[in-house]
């Protein structure tokens, strides 16, 4: 055992691979859950107890679109609905003086707060008379505000929107916690911000009168699917049409978004995890220099009565605690660079003890398997030869 960490330089470099391996596995894989579940929160903000109803692209009549009063009728005859809300969508460029930022829009009415989880820090949200009224206001998220106005409490301040080659000023009247804080650290304005506003007053600057999508909440998970067939049924009979609409399960959508960053995880810290191979074959050239250098100790031991199994051992134990040595490292080296990614990214530090569990276990595998050949060479030595051996 001496004689393996005597060369200290030797016995680190040897490890490192080890290290690096189980430090980019811990990391990657804490990264990995840290954003998924930075995702789905936002997900959840956007009503997973509920299904959003959309138009089929393709042949679509003027009859067939989505309209507000669509939302008001579907809740009324679906006594499992408890928030029916109508959305528009659009896009545009908000502008304060020199300062412009990209946006989507969310054109909305009182009944969105009921389905979407929207933060207030200041002001307040649309409400029915901003509506009625189509008046011109917007309530957009503090990082906007920062970004616009030099201050986050930007209430009562006025924005220029451009949308569809038309431009209106809007009066900020709330100010919401942005849902792309997560990212914006990392992207900053490669990601457009989110405004919302009167339906009424988006609609008028596209010149329609349709609305891009219903949203619901539902009473309960387990009816999302019989509502969502419900109301499909029920817009069909509405504007006598056919298979114009299909339903978006949010948790459907929650399922597959987990499932697909899950494999993502796990195929980039497979790819990190082939760095441990590369300590295993670090390991294996170690413990056969020592095995050369040793010959004459085991020719002795051998002479003594030390029998092959008890070689064999030996040098299977310093194997196996070099890798675990390795392993220690690369743990507390992965938990601080996961520590020091999540404050600087702003993503949720999310660190499985599992992962760390089976990193180590494999790290105890590595030691055992490419230390193998080295004890098994040991252990054959004739003793008479390596007692000759210089």
């Known amino acids: 055992m001496s004689s393996t960490f005597s060369n200290k330089l030797r016995a680190l470099l040897t490890v490192l691979g080890i290290v690096i391996g189980i430090l980019s596995v811990i990391t990657i894989v804490s990264i990995g859950k840290g954003g998924q579940s930075a995702i789905l929160g936002e997900l959840e903000k956007l009503g997973i107890n509920g299904i959003n109803i959309k138009i089929k692209s393709g042949?679509?009549?003027s009859k067939d679109t989505l309209k507000i009063e669509d939302a008001n009728n579907i809740k009324k005859?679906?006594?499992?609905i408890e928030t029916a809300a109508p959305v528009f969508n659009g896009f545009g460029v908000v502008k304060h003086n020199n300062r412009n930022r990209e946006a989507f829009i969310w054109g909305v009415d009182r009944e969105f707060r009921n389905i979407f989880s929207l933060q207030v820090l200041h002001g307040r949200l649309i409400n029915e008379t901003d509506t009625r009224s189509s008046r011109n206001v917007v309530v957009i998220d503090n990082i906007l505000a920062k970004k616009l106005f030099h201050r986050e409490n930007a209430v009562g301040r006025t924005l220029k929107l451009t949308s569809k080659k038309t431009s209106v000023m809007l009066t900020v009247i709330g100010i919401v916690k942005s849902s792309n804080e997560v990212f914006e650290d990392i992207f900053g304005e490669q990601i457009p911000t989110f405004i919302y506003m009167p339906i009424t007053t988006i609609q008028k600057i596209y010149n329609t009168d349709s609305v891009d999508q219903i949203s619901i909440k539902v009473d309960h998970q387990e009816n999302l699917d019989d509502v969502g067939i419900k109301v499909v049924k029920f817009l069909e009979r509405r504007h006598?049409?056919?298979d114009k609409y299909y339903v978006e399960n949010m948790m459907r959508q929650k399922e597959q978004i987990n499932k697909v960053t899950n494999i993502l995880t796990f195929i980039v810290g497979a790819v990190g995890a082939i760095s441990l191979i590369?300590?295993?074959?670090?390991?294996?050239?170690i413990m056969l220099v020592t095995v050369k250098e040793r010959t004459r100790e085991i020719g002795?031991?051998?002479?003594?009565?030390a029998r092959k199994k008890d070689i064999l051992m030996q040098f299977l134990v310093e194997a196996v605690i070099l890798t675990i040595t390795g392993g220690?490292?690369?743990?507390?080296t992965g938990v601080l660079s996961s520590w020091l990614i999540s404050c600087f990214s702003g993503l949720p530090l999310s660190i499985s003890v599992f992962t760390i569990l089976t990193?180590?276990?494999f790290s105890v595998f590595i030691g055992l398997v490419f230390g193998v050949y080295p004890a098994k060479k040991a252990a054959n030595l004739d003793p008479i030869e390596a007692l000759r051996y210089e």
């Open 240 to 242: 006598h049409n056919k």
């Open 328 to 332: 220690i490292i690369g743990v507390l």
């Open 300 to 305: 002795i031991r051998k002479a003594l009565g």
């Open 359 to 361: 990193a180590l276990v």
């Open 278 to 285: 590369v300590g295993g074959i670090g390991i294996m050239n």
């Open 77 to 80: 005859y679906i006594p499992q």
């Open 59 to 61: 042949d679509i009549l």
